[in-house]
C-alpha cells in the first residue's frame, strides 16, 4: 500500500524553483531518504508533506487521501526538526505529551504513550530535566519522542542528527531505524550524508536543482548509478572517472597507454571505477595498467592509495596493511563488470554488452563486445 504519493510537485520561492514536477511514492512502513547536496529542495519537500508549505501545483495523498488543506496532524504526519524545537520552559516529559493536550488525547493515554515512549527512547531517568540540562543527543531522543509519541502513520525528519558528533550519529542512525520497523511506521527522512542514506533507507530518493536524480533501493543507486552525478555522490571514497578515447582496439583510457577496455567507440565516454573495485598488485609485469604510487592514505583497516597511470590519476583502496609505499610501481586491474560508463554530454549511463563479464581481466578478450545505450 501506498502511504505518500507525491504528484507531479513544483514550488518556487520567489525566482527560485525549488521543486520542478517532482513525482514519487513511499510504501507503508518504509523508510525513504531524501538525499541531496545543500539547496536542492529536500527541506521544501519535507515542509510540503508535512502541511507546513503548500504546493503550487501538482498534488501529495497521504493514506490515500488528498492532503491539500489539510494540517499537519489532520495529514497524520508528524515531525522531527534539525533544531528539535524543544521548549525550553518544559520538562522532558511536558515537552512529550505538548502536542497530546493539543491533539486533545485523555490524560491516561498520555500516559501510557508516554511510558512506552520514554522506554523506548531511554529517557527514564530524564523525565524532569529541562532541555538546557540535556546533550545534544537526549535533546535528540526528546524531539524523536515527541514525534513518535503522535502515533501518526507517517514520519518525517529533516536532518535530525546534522548538529551531533559522529560516532553519536551512527549511534543514533541505528536506533532510529531499529524504531521505524519495530513500530512500523512509514519514515522520510531528509539527510546531506550519503551514508547516513545508504545505512537506513529502504529507498533512497537523490535529488539534485529541485528534481529527482535517482529513485532506487541502495545497493541500485550503488551498483548502477543512472548518472554521474549519482556516481559522484554515493560511495565513502569517490568514485574515479577517465575520459576514454578512440584506440585502435576499440575504446581505451584517454592519455593512457593501456589495452581497449571494449571493442566500440570510446570518444565522448567516462569509465567510472570505485576505489574499492580496483585492485593495486605489486608483481606488475603481467598487469594490463602500469601505475605510480604518490600517496597513501592509512585508515586502519583500510588504506586509500593514489596511483598515477599515465597523465591520469586513479584512487584504490586496499587492505591497511597490504598497502604498497609511495614510489612503488604497480599493476592496476579490476573486472569488467566494475566498470560504469557514461556519456559524457548527456551524463547518463550507457550499458555495455560483453560476453566475458565474469572472467578475470587478464583473460578477457574485447571481440565481440558492443555498447549500446541504456
Ligand atoms: P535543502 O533542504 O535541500 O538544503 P531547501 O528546500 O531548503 O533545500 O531549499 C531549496 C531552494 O529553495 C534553495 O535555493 C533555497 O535557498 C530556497 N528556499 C527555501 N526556503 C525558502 C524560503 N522560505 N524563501 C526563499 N527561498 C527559499
Ligand atoms: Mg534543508
Excluded at 137 to 160: S, T
Excluded at 337 to 357: C, M, P, Q, V
Aim: charged content about 20%; proline content about 4%.
Amino acid at each position: 500500500m501506498i502511504s505518500v504519493d507525491v504528484r507531479s510537485v513544483t514550488k518556487a520561492w520567489g525566482e527560485t524553483l525549488a521543486l520542478d514536477d517532482v513525482s514519487f511514492s513511499v510504501k507503508k512502513g518504509d523508510l525513504v531518504v531524501l538525499l541531496g547536496p545543500s539547496g536542492c529542495g529536500k527541506s521544501t519537500m519535507l515542509r510540503l508533506i508535512a502541511g507546513l508549505d503548500e504546493p503550487a501545483s501538482g498534488v501529495i495523498a497521504i493514506e490515500g487521501r488528498d492532503a491539500r488543506g489539510l494540517t499537519g496532524s489532520a495529514r497524520g504526519v508528524a515531525m522531527v526538526f534539525q533544531s528539535y524545537a524543544l521548549f525550553p520552559h518544559l520538562t522532558v516529559a511536558d515537552n512529550i505529551t505538548f502536542g497530546l493536550s493539543v491533539r486533545g488525547v485523555a490524560k491516561q493515554e498520555a500516559a501510557r504513550r508516554l511510558d512506552r515512549i520514554v522506554a523506548l527512547l531511554g529517557l527514564e531517568a530524564l523525565l524532569h530535566r529541562k532541555p538546557a540540562q540535556l546533550s545534544g543527543g537526549q535533546q535528540q531522543r526528546v524531539a524523536l519522542g515527541r514525534a513518535l509519541i503522535a502515533e501518526a502513520p507517517v514520519c518525517l525528519l529533516d536532518e535530525p542528527l546534522s548538529n551531533l558528533d559522529a560516532q553519536l550519529r551512527q549511534e543514533l542512525r541505528r536506533e532510529i531505524r531499529a524504531l521505524q520497523q519495530r513500530l512500523g511506521i512509514t519514515m522520510i527522512y531528509v539527510t546531506h550524508d550519503q551514508s547516513e542514506a545508504m545505512s537506513m533507507a529502504d529507498r533512497v530518493i537523490l535529488m539534485r536543482a529541485g528534481h529527482i536524480e535517482q529513485n532506487g533501493a541502495p545497493v541500485e543507486l550503488y551498483e548502477r548509478p543512472a548518472t554521474l552525478f549519482t556516481a559522484r555522490f554515493i560511495g565513502g571514497t569517490p568514485m574515479n572517472f577517465l575520459d576514454l578515447d578512440d584506440g585502435p582496439g576499440g575504446a581505451v583510457i584517454a592519455g593512457g597507454d593501456g589495452p581497449a577496455l571494449f571493442s566500440d567507440s570510446g570518444r565522448g565516454r567516462v569509465l567510472g571505477l570505485r576505489p574499492e573495485d580496483v585492485t593495486v598488485d605489486r608483481e606488475n609485469g603481467h598487469a594490463r595498467f602500469h601505475a605510480t604510487v604518490t600517496a597513501v592514505e592509512y585508515l586502519g583497516a583500510e588504506a586509500v592509495v593514489t596511483c598515477v597511470m599515465g597523465s591520469r590519476s586513479v584512487l584504490a583502496r586496499t587492505r591497511g596493511d597490504g598497502a604498497p609505499p609511495v614510489g612503488a610501481l604497480v599493476g592496476l586491474g579490476w573486472d569488467a563488470s566494475a566498470e560504469h560508463i557514461f556519456d559524457a554530454e548527456s551524463r547518463g549511463r550507457l550499458a555495455i554488452k560483453r560476453g566475458a563479464e565474469s572472467r578475470p581481466p587478464q583473460l578477457q578478450t574485447i571481440a565481440n563486445q558492443g555498447v549500446t545505450c541504456a
